[in-house]
């Protein structure tokens, strides 16, 4: 058996190069944490978190044998829960602050010397407790007892480096607006924030002139949008049925073939997700452009897009330059299916909801530690970090050594314009979906058995 400082060293491995054990240990002292002699001390418990999730959010048994310390899985469990989470949290913050500090944003990897950060959401699953259901709920449609809790995720993350700026979980039946505000505050004033069609609304856009930020939205379907010069429109007070057919946007001035700068105005009901104090304070009017592209494929029908934006200047933001912005969104659902399936936080273990936000707090710390070893290796490279695998990057990081050399990394070729269908080649097993709890089920497997 290891001693503790033997094993310590074996846990973090190449990590005292990323979170070091000083940083962590002053984490802890400005929490008060206890300091009793134990072999899971804080700075262990810690460490050893993190290569949990390292090693693909694995088994706390398995830890145990990756550690070579004395303890049990309940101990552990124990230590861990004894972590309060704004340390967890502090810890985060600690580790991504420097991940872009440290190698910041040269002027050729800023877009028009803009900082561009994408939103989107998604979700992630957890054990069926009667706590997490509370919290989060289920997908509608499946019966209690019958489905795991589900939470929607929303992500801020930096367009060129691929850093988690900022993650946020909310209950199931969350829409992407109803969070968005909470995003901005962790983004630098003059930023390009990138989403689609659920980020465009009124009230969005006017949060983002408010804090000094850029927008570009697909437009959202239902909104109407007439790039004939000096057509007519429906002022704000026109009834829905007097207004149907035409645009709720003012005319201003055409930047050429469809591409207009338009008025908006304020709609008259407030967003759910918005206080009165909140909507009151927006202004009453914004002005905004609105611009249509086509992408044209060889053997496919033409695709139009719609995209509206706070970026007014056609001379420093031409068309074709904010259409191949909006094209790198893509990028952002990339980033998730790194997050949730090469990760595993698709389906997390814990089963408090306090356990359930530590877990996500340090899949964000590990997921930006692979991020930064992507980033430095593609500067030592050559090559954009975005082109360095990320599977890559997290096994060498799971099991470099104290002092060991980032080695070249495999480089993922570029494949523009690549798609891939959303199916399944391999056949799951043909068994029934389960709609009954499984108390019910299991007892019509006795009744069954007395029968026969």
Known sequence: MLTIDQALGRIKGNLEQYVPQALVQRLADRFHLGQRRRTLTPVVTTFLFLRQILEGNTACAHLVRLSHLDFTESAYCKARGRLPYGFLHALQNAVTGPCATAEPLCPEERW????????????????????????????????????????????????????????????????????????????????????????????????????????????????????????????????????????????????????????????????????????????????????????????????????????LSRRRYARQALAALYGLRWGVETNLKHLKQTLGLDVLHCQTFVGVMKELTMFVTVYNLVRRVMRAAGRRQGVPPERISFVDALRWLAAARPGDELPRLKVVPDRPGRAEPRVRKRRPKQFPVMKKPRQQLRQALFDEQDAA
């Open 112 to 311: 028009r010397g803009h900082e561009v950060y994408f939103l989107d959401g998604s979700s992630f699953s957890m054990p069926d407790t009667p706590e997490l259901q509370a919290e989060f709920g289920q997908p509608a449609g499946q019966a209690t007892g019958c489905g795991f809790p589900t939470a929607h995720l929303l992500v801020c993350c930096a367009a060129r480096t691929g850093y988690l700026r900022k993650v946020l979980a909310a209950p199931q039946r969350t829409h992407d607006l109803a969070r968005v505000a909470l995003m901005h505050p962790a983004l630098p004033p003059g930023a390009v924030v990138v989403g689609d069609r659920a980020f465009c609304s009124y009230a969005h856009l006017a949060l983002c002139r408010q804090r000094q930020l850029h927008g570009v939205f697909r437009a959202h379907q239902k909104t109407r949008i007439d790039f004939r010069p000096g057509r007519p429109y429906a002022p704000p007070q026109t009834p829905a049925r007097a207004a149907k057919g035409l645009p709720r946007s003012r005319f201003v001035r055409r930047l050429g073939p469809d591409d207009q700068v338009v008025e908006y105005f304020k709609p008259q009901e407030r967003p759910a997700w918005m206080t009165a104090a909140q909507y009151a304070a927006l202004p009453d009017s914004l002005l905004v452009r609105e611009l249509r592209y086509r992408i044209p494929m060889p053997g496919r029908r033409t695709r139009e897009v719609t995209l509206v934006t706070t970026l």
